[in-house]
């Protein structure tokens, strides 16, 4: 069973940076889209950014200029770099994969979710 765990998160004053890292255990066979959403308080889950297996990346439209997505390896999903973070940054940020695993005597690519990490931008 593959396990995703997220850190990085915490405190941080308006202005400063954070950055988030994806790690994943357990056997992954290959990584399709992998990426960060968040939920604010009281509000839906949302895209941050996503980025495809070749490279091409997706970034919502608040934090455009202020965060940078990068993939990794099958142990070190992927990163998100978040610069001059504000208070509507605040959320739960979670990891998100589309991972082909074992299932069974076979193998299927299914979505996967990190449980979160906080991020708290306040003074």
């Known amino acids: 069973q593959v396990r995703l765990v997220e850190s990085g998160g915490g405190l941080v004053q308006p202005g400063g940076s954070l950055r988030l890292s994806c790690a994943a255990s357990?056997?992954?066979?290959?990584?399709?889209?992998v990426g960060w959403y968040r939920q604010a308080p009281g509000k839906q889950r949302e895209l941050v950014a996503r980025i495809t297996s070749s490279g091409s990346t997706e970034y919502a439209d608040p934090v455009k200029g202020r965060v940078t997505i990068s993939n990794g390896n099958a142990k070190n999903l992927v990163s998100l770099q978040m610069d001059n973070l504000k208070p509507e940054d605040t959320a739960v940020y979670y990891c998100?994969?589309?991972?082909?695993?074992?299932?069974?005597?076979?193998?299927?690519?299914?979505?996967?979710w990190g449980q979160g990490t906080l991020v708290n931008v306040s003074s």
């Open positions: 998100h994969a589309d991972l082909l695993v074992q299932v069974g005597i076979g193998h299927a690519m299914l979505e996967h």
């Open positions: 357990g056997m992954i066979f290959s990584i399709n889209d």
